[in-house]
């Protein structure tokens, strides 16, 4: 479990903690010297509320209990927790350039890839919301963000091969994470064969890690390729694979349609993310619950004497 505060700043006033142990043991050691100057320690220490033999400790320690729990508050102690990927939010970025014509996966990578990420808006639950955006040279979105599977399976089936030249993966990613900016819990699930033409990797890699965003990829394609519409095309897995590892999300191999429909399957239980939940509230809670509690037994204390 991991833990973080909002305002560690206020976490200074800890160190009021050594003060109250020193002014305790101080005060001790006064009213003892004090009490030395009778016969009957038992009763002085009864007329002076003073409990020489430290039978006081406990309330020593609510104290200091008190002192903690309230520094930890409004320092905005968080525990972090995961949530599971059906309470994120996706971007679908499917490649549209013209190696996505190849034909080493039948009918053709695009088809492929388009029939695959509809069966995943499917799979999601009803409330999932996804975005959908084609890219080549330039990116085009598709669909914004909806819960609307008609919607979203329509704008996939859409998506037509552009004669736009390059495969340009840093305008999809920064589209998308834009797409994506209101959002707590954020992914792009990346279809693509990976002949990256167009920008730079390192900048797309620090584009999503700085918006919070998982990035998931798919290679589309086999190592020997298929025909496309200019010759031979294939697959380039390396900078999917940086893309995916340097932003927490993985990468899949799909030589076939069963692998690409198999690794879509897999996104959504490997999609967790770790988020803060503040216990502030609880902890004031508790911190009240002590005074209150060390109040009850300083009236029965002295009931009883």
């Not at 996966?105 to 695009?110: D, E, G």
């Not at 669909?143 to 996939?156: D, F, M, P, R, V």
């Not at 879509?264 to 988020?275: A, D, G």
């Amino acid at each position: 479990m991991q833990f973080n505060f909002v305002n560690p700043n206020y976490l200074y006033l800890l160190f009021l903690i050594p003060v109250v142990i020193f002014l305790h043991f101080y005060n001790l050691k006064k009213a003892g010297g004090k009490a030395l100057k009778f016969a009957n320690y038992d009763a002085i220490a009864r007329i002076k509320g003073i409990d020489l033999y430290s039978k006081n400790i406990i309330f020593f320690i609510f104290d200091i209990l008190i002192i903690v729990l309230i520094v930890f508050s409004i320092s905005g102690l968080s525990i972090y927790r995961e949530n599971p990927g059906s309470s994120f939010t996706f971007i679908i970025a499917i490649d549209s350039s013209a190696s996505m014509s190849a034909t080493d996966i039948k009918p053709n990578r695009l088809d492929a890839a388009k029939e695959t990420a509809v069966d995943f808006v499917n799979s999601l639950p009803m409330d999932s919301k996804v975005g959908v955006v084609s890219f080549s040279g330039n990116t085009f979105v598709e669909q914004e963000l909806t819960s609307n599977k008609g919607l979203l399976e329509q704008s996939i089936n859409k998506i037509k091969m552009t004669s736009y030249g390059g495969t340009d993966i840093f305008e999809a990613v920064s589209i998308s994470s834009s797409l994506l900016k209101n959002e707590e819990n954020k992914a792009i699930i990346l279809l693509s064969d990976g002949q990256i033409n167009v920008g730079n990797m390192d900048v797309v890699i620090k584009k999503a890690f700085d918006e919070k965003v998982i990035v998931h990829t798919v290679g589309i394609g086999t190592i020997d390729g298929g025909i496309a519409s200019f010759g031979i095309s294939k697959l380039d897995s390396d900078s999917l694979k940086s893309l995916a590892y340097n932003t927490k999300g993985k990468y899949f191999n799909a030589t076939s349609k069963e692998e690409m429909r198999n690794a879509l399957m897999e996104v959504v239980p490997i999609t967790r993310k770790i988020s803060p939940y503040s216990i502030s509230f609880y902890l004031i809670i508790f911190a009240a619950f002590l005074f209150i509690l060390r109040q009850l037994l300083v009236g029965m204390k002295r009931l009883s004497v």
